[in-house]
Structure formats: C-alpha cells, structure tokens
C-alpha cells in the first residue's frame, strides 16, 4: 500500500545529530571549491564556464542512456539545431542553456530559494517549452501515450508511475509532497555546513516524490547545480556534478544503484524516527558528498593555471605552426582579454614591437581553430577552449584517459 502522508519522505534531513564525517566532508567541499579557478582571469572563467555546461548536459544525457558527442553538442548550441532526427543533440543543447539560465540567475542576484515548487517547475518548463512535441511523448504500457506538461506536475491517475521497484507518491498528492519538499529543505539551509549537506538528501527525496512525467533526472541534478550555486559551493559554475554521479566513485553503475538504496524503510527501533531509513539517507549523503569533493578536487586539477598554461599554447603552436601563436595564446591566457593593438607589445616583452600580415594571420587564425574568441572582427580577443581539442588540454574530462588527480577520500559511514 502506498503511504500518501507527506511524511512518507521523512527523515527529509539528518538533524538530530550531524555525524562527523559528512560535517568534515562539507567543510572539505566548502574549501576545495573556494580555490576553484584562482588566478585565472574573469574573462577565461566565463569560458571555462560555457565548456564546463557542455560536460554537464553531456554526462546528463549519458546518465539517460543518451551518448551524444560533445563536439556535436557545441555544434547544436552555435547552430540553434532543431533537427528531430538527432533528438538527444537537441535535449543536451536545451539542458546547457537552462544551466546557463540557472547560472545567470545566480550572478544576477535571483537565485533566492532552489527547492521551492515554483523554481523546480520553472526549471522543468525551460527544458520542455525548447523541446519539439516529438520529444515530449512518454509511452506508457496499458495506457495512450501521454504528452509532458512543461512546467507541470502530474495531477492525473494516468500520470501514476512506477520506478523499478519503487512506488512514488499518486498524482494527486505530488503537490503536497513538494510543498513539505520546500519546507523541509528551506529549513534545513540555514547554516552553512546544514546547506551543503542538505543537497545530498534533497537529490534523493526529489528523485523519491519524482514530481513530473518525465525530465525527473536532468531537472533533479540541475536543481543539485543551483543548490551548489547558492551554497557557495559551485565555484562560478566551474565543475558539475553529473559528470561525479555518470562515474561515480568506483562504477558507473552506482548513482542508480545508490538511489535504489536510500529508498528503503525504516530498519527497526534504532534506524531514525520516519518512515525511511536514516542510515540510508545517510549513507547516500556521504557518497554524494564525496561524489562532489572528489569533481571539485578533479577539475581544480584540470583548470589549475599553471597547467593550462603548459599545455594550451604549445598546442596552440603545433596546431598554426608557429611558435608566435603560442606566445598570443599564453598572453592572453594571463591577461584574460587583450586588445588586438597591445598583443605585439606583450609577446615581445614591451619593446620593439612585432607588427606586420604575419601576426594578423596568427591571430585570425587562432580565432578560426578557436583558440581565441573575439566578439567584432577588430575587438579585444579573449581565451577559448575548442572542444575538438578537449582531450589535449583536459585529459579525462570526457574520457577515461589516464590521469592521475587527487584520490577521493574513503567512505566511512556505515564502517
């Protein structure tokens, strides 16, 4: 029998007594992401930032079952791609325009509360309202294909779902469940260690009430992307965390297999007080945690300056053959944008400066390889990082090409 009491989903949060190690965990995160990006200029994070919302859809997509290439992907976004034959190209374009939305929100000054109904819908109907209507069918056996609402919880008994072995809450009730969702986690951010943790515990309880017909996942981990954000703990919208939860910390198998877990009841007398167990949420809580330490700690590693500066101007150099294209491509990587008239002065030291059709040619060409990006054909140039060149400057961000960053810490819960 499905238990329709909002307080299905209790315990929403570990507040009786935060264990240790998910405290030292958030304090670790808190931390780590601080450092995230420093000593690259603004003008180079902003890049990094569109890069890292390519990853993001890309991992989203893959945790659907969608493999789209991220080359692809930046294609659609350049092209405002439509075409209802490659369908998942289209969900990850709309998935990284609705974290650039998310993003913008958040340097605005607006992303006030991340768990409210009203945002998680909005979120939901930014990602479907993109979508063709051939995109927005969900096929249900025994029942005619049902249309998403976007924007829109299910209400009706023919949007009633069933998630492997879980029953989530009956149409009807899903709009109580989020209100005691919003209540329960907007209460549970009011301090800053309660902030970070409570973003592991929201993601489950979310994919718990599964609130929508469809889009549950992408709308889930782009809630967890605000919550990060409004945390303090996104660094800028400079690491994801779907990219952790794809690979998890050992299998790639585990994110599913780890929401499976929390969702089991109370386990006796010494198991919490509500209707769940609260060494499962627990337990899901600490992996999650370390699932976004361990990102954290891995893009630190991938966007550390002093590495991008080894490695992106001598790639920059083999690619336009010519040793002057990596001297502009190292100038403006320290300066973050550079007009076209000073780049001569700093790639020769200040003095005598290099002139002439051959540093224009560098220069244009850096632009077309991408290399650079310029917003007016005679404006200041600003870093990129071209996608096709990805696995030569970030080893292992889309791959698994061998990489040695920081190890995650060892899970201790449960031990």
Same mark, same amino acid.
């Given at each position: 029998m499905v238990i329709e009491d909002v307080a299905r989903i209790e315990p929403a949060f570990i507040e009786d007594s935060m264990p240790t190690e998910l405290a030292d965990l958030a304090m670790e995160i808190q931390a780590? &992401?601080?450092?995230? @990006? =420093?000593?690259?200029?603004?003008?180079? *994070? +902003?890049?990094?930032? $569109?890069?890292? @919302?390519? =990853?993001?859809?890309?991992? &989203?997509?893959?945790?659907?079952?969608?493999? $789209? +290439?991220?080359?692809? *992907?930046?294609?659609a976004i350049a092209e405002k791609n439509e075409n209802d034959r490659v369908p998942h190209i289209v969900e990850a374009r709309v998935h990284v325009e609705v974290q650039d939305w998310i993003n913008q929100l958040y340097f605005d000054g607006k992303l006030d509360d991340c768990v409210s109904s009203e945002f998680i819908r909005d979120i939901h109907l930014n990602f479907y309202k993109a979508l063709p209507e051939s995109l927005r069918v969900v096929q249900k056996q025994g029942h005619n294909d049902r249309f998403v609402e976007p924007g829109e919880f299910r209400k009706v008994e023919e949007d009633d779902v069933v998630i492997g072995a879980h029953i989530p809450p009956t149409s009807t009730r899903v709009d109580a469940f989020m209100k005691h969702f919003h209540t329960r986690y907007k209460l549970a951010a009011k301090s800053p260690i309660n902030r970070v943790v409570s973003i592991a515990a929201a993601h489950h309880r979310f994919a718990y009430i599964h609130p929508f017909l469809d889009g549950n996942g992408r709308v889930g981990r782009l809630m967890s992307h605000a919550m990060c954000l409004k945390a303090g703990v996104g660094a800028n919208g400079l690491w994801s965390i779907s990219r952790g939860l794809a690979r998890g910390l050992q299998s790639k198998e585990e994110y599913k297999t780890r929401l499976a877990a929390a969702d089991i009841q109370r386990q006796g007398d010494r198991d919490g007080r509500g209707n769940l167990s609260m060494a499962a949420l627990r337990e899901f809580s600490e992996w999650f945690l370390t699932v976004m330490l361990d990102q954290i700690r891995f893009t630190s590693t991938m966007f550390d300056f002093d590495r991008l500066n080894e490695r992106m101007p001598v790639l920059a150099g083999d690619v336009i053959g010519a040793e002057r294209a990596a001297k502009i491509v190292e100038a403006v990587l320290r300066h973050g944008e550079v007009a076209r008239g000073d780049i001569p002065y700093f790639i020769a030291g200040g003095s005598k400066p290099l002139t002439g059709r051959a540093l224009? @040619?560098? *220069?244009r060409q850096l632009i077309e390889?991408?290399?650079? *990006?310029?917003? $007016?054909?005679?404006?200041?140039?600003?870093?990129?990082?071209?996608?096709?060149?990805?696995?030569?400057l970030f080893p292992n961000l889309f791959t698994d090409t061998v990489l040695e960053p920081p190890q995650p810490p060892a899970l201790k819960l449960g031990r």
């Amino acid at each position: 029998m499905v238990i329709e009491d909002v307080a299905r989903i209790e315990p929403a949060f570990i507040e009786d007594s935060m264990p240790t190690e998910l405290a030292d965990l958030a304090m670790e995160i808190q931390a780590e &992401s601080a450092k995230l @990006g =420093m000593g690259l200029p603004e003008a180079s *994070i +902003r890049q990094l930032r $569109t890069f890292v @919302g390519i =990853m993001n859809s890309y991992y &989203s997509n893959l945790i659907e079952g969608h493999h $789209t +290439r991220p080359a692809d *992907i930046e294609k659609a976004i350049a092209e405002k791609n439509e075409n209802d034959r490659v369908p998942h190209i289209v969900e990850a374009r709309v998935h990284v325009e609705v974290q650039d939305w998310i993003n913008q929100l958040y340097f605005d000054g607006k992303l006030d509360d991340c768990v409210s109904s009203e945002f998680i819908r909005d979120i939901h109907l930014n990602f479907y309202k993109a979508l063709p209507e051939s995109l927005r069918v969900v096929q249900k056996q025994g029942h005619n294909d049902r249309f998403v609402e976007p924007g829109e919880f299910r209400k009706v008994e023919e949007d009633d779902v069933v998630i492997g072995a879980h029953i989530p809450p009956t149409s009807t009730r899903v709009d109580a469940f989020m209100k005691h969702f919003h209540t329960r986690y907007k209460l549970a951010a009011k301090s800053p260690i309660n902030r970070v943790v409570s973003i592991a515990a929201a993601h489950h309880r979310f994919a718990y009430i599964h609130p929508f017909l469809d889009g549950n996942g992408r709308v889930g981990r782009l809630m967890s992307h605000a919550m990060c954000l409004k945390a303090g703990v996104g660094a800028n919208g400079l690491w994801s965390i779907s990219r952790g939860l794809a690979r998890g910390l050992q299998s790639k198998e585990e994110y599913k297999t780890r929401l499976a877990a929390a969702d089991i009841q109370r386990q006796g007398d010494r198991d919490g007080r509500g209707n769940l167990s609260m060494a499962a949420l627990r337990e899901f809580s600490e992996w999650f945690l370390t699932v976004m330490l361990d990102q954290i700690r891995f893009t630190s590693t991938m966007f550390d300056f002093d590495r991008l500066n080894e490695r992106m101007p001598v790639l920059a150099g083999d690619v336009i053959g010519a040793e002057r294209a990596a001297k502009i491509v190292e100038a403006v990587l320290r300066h973050g944008e550079v007009a076209r008239g000073d780049i001569p002065y700093f790639i020769a030291g200040g003095s005598k400066p290099l002139t002439g059709r051959a540093l224009q @040619g560098d *220069i244009r060409q850096l632009i077309e390889t991408g290399f650079l *990006i310029s917003d $007016t054909q005679k404006g200041p140039v600003r870093i990129n990082f071209p996608i096709q060149f990805r696995e030569k400057l970030f080893p292992n961000l889309f791959t698994d090409t061998v990489l040695e960053p920081p190890q995650p810490p060892a899970l201790k819960l449960g031990r």
